[in-house]
């Protein structure tokens, strides 16, 4: 074993061979300290994960992206509400109903019950009268406020029409409404009920206020002598269905059977609507927008008011609360800046408008990555002239995208720095203590050889 004994790089001198000094001991104190101390920083710096973010082109081959949205829309009822996708490359799409659930609100964020996806399509019939080629006499009732309140004492059943004169779907209801007007007054139960009209135009204007009409023609009804309902017919606009409704409900003086076939929908002052769900949109920029909408309604622009607030507006699939807490803060707060945000028309026919720049985000933990969306957003509010009021929401998706990386420190490198404090502060205060001993004993010498002389 003596050829190992002469590979030895560590040699030894015997202990009676060295000496030790005061300030020796000092600064070997002092690399001890040091050399601790440098051990815990490099210690926690190894426990801890390092964050690395870079940007590149987006790789992605999607050619769409999922928008999950939660929004309430204070002041617009649900069966008004329509969902519509536009983009650059030419897509139009209106009231989307496929993977969106609207739910009817009351003034105080109730719920009112679900909304049908698509409401049903409405019947419309031509007068008879026309067909043979005579005028509609206009012999129903015309109210103001104090009418309405006189109809409402004297009648059980009360239904009200209330129209412009400019709206197209107020004026092909118009002769069919008179003609059935005139049917039901040969009734025996004539003196219970009335069919009237209000022109929210013109002398009924003050009666189409107080009781929140902005959709013609709406036809509301009336029970219980009560001069304020909340109740509407939303049933077909034919001779049939108005005179089978006035038939079926002038001695029912519950709405319950009416709400059930269909034929009526019982809302509140200030209904609204809150519209979630899922919508698939391309790559490229586009708008979805909440608006109002349908095929057997005009609107009046000033009465329209799109005050909404925003539950979430995300982008791509959706993460779990555990995937979130995942993320860096930053990242999860800008995954859903919209969220819990009210976004108020202070004017009228106002539109309010979410300018939202998209970014496609991974985040590589080890062998795992989440992708997710991050985006800015940009609110704006304008007059919108003669058109209808919306809520918009404008994407624009980044060509880049960004990749979050985290890493720890390898154990390898841990150790490689562990001993390079080591040896470096060893070595260091090595050569500190060499200095300091020869300097001293020197300096010794001199003061010896000066005593001598």
């Known amino acids: 074993m003596e050829w190992l004994k002469s590979v030895h790089f560590y040699r030894k001198v015997p202990a009676d061979l060295t000496e030790a000094t005061l300030a020796g001991g000092t600064i070997s104190l002092l690399s001890s300290l040091a050399m601790a101390y440098l051990f815990v920083s490099n210690f926690r710096s190894f426990l801890q994960i390092e964050t690395v973010t870079s940007v590149r082109l987006d790789e992605s081959q999607e050619k769409k992206i999922q928008i999950n949205f939660n929004v309430t829309l204070h002041h617009l009822p649900c069966r008004f509400a329509s969902v519509d996708i536009a983009d650059v490359m030419g897509t139009h799409l209106q009231n989307v109903s496929a993977n969106i659930v609207k739910t009817r609100l009351d003034a105080d964020g109730g719920v009112l019950g679900r909304a049908a996806a698509r409401p049903r399509p409405v019947e419309h019939a031509v007068a008879r009268s026309v067909d043979l ?18 109809a409402a004492r004297s009648r059980k059943l009360v239904l009200v029409n209330y129209f ?3 709206c197209p779907w107020s004026r092909r209801l118009q002769p069919v409404w008179e003609e059935a007007y005139a049917n039901v007054m040969q009734k025996p139960f004539a003196r219970d009920v009335l069919m009237a009209k209000a022109d929210c135009t013109g002398a009924g204007a003050t009666l189409c206020r107080e009781q929140h009409i902005h959709a013609f023609p709406t036809v509301r009804v009336y029970r219980h002598h009560a001069a304020v309902s909340h109740e509407s017919y939303v049933g077909d606009r034919t001779h049939e269905a108005l005179e089978r409704f006035v038939e079926e409900n002038v001695h029912d003086d519950d709405h319950e059977e009416a709400v059930r076939s269909g034929e009526s929908e019982v809302g509140g002052v200030g209904e609204g609507c809150l519209v979630k769900g ?31 607030e925003i539950g979430r507006m995300t982008f791509g699939r959706p993460l779990t609360p555990a995937m979130l807490r995942l993320l860096p803060d930053d990242v999860a707060a800008a995954h859903d800046v919209l969220a819990r945000t009210l976004h108020v028309a202070t004017g009228q026919n106002t539109t309010l408008e979410h300018y939202l720049k998209v970014v496609h985000t991974s985040h590589v933990l080890g062998r795992r990555q989440i992708d997710t969306y991050q985006y800015t957003a940009n609110s704006n509010n304008y007059q919108d002239g003669g058109s209808l009021p919306s809520a918009v929401f404008s994407y624009d998706m980044s060509p880049m995208q960004v990749l979050v990386q985290t890493e720890r420190k390898s154990l390898a490198s841990f150790l ?33 050889l000066g005593k001598i002389v």
């Open 133 to 150: 080629g005579v005028p509609v006499p206009k012999v129903s009732p015309e109210l103001d406020v104090d009418g309405m309140r006189e």
């Open 164 to 166: 412009a004169p400019w």
């Open 278 to 308: 899922v919508v698939l949109v391309n790559r490229v920029p586009g708008n979805f927008h909440i608006s109002a909408h349908s095929k057997a309604h005009s609107f009046q622009p000033g009465q329209l008011n799109m005050t909404h």
């Open 416 to 448: 490689t720095q562990l001993c390079a404090i080591i040896g470096g502060v060893f070595t260091v205060t090595g050569l500190v203590d060499g200095v300091v001993y020869h300097g001293s004993a020197t300096l010794k010498r001199k003061m010896q």
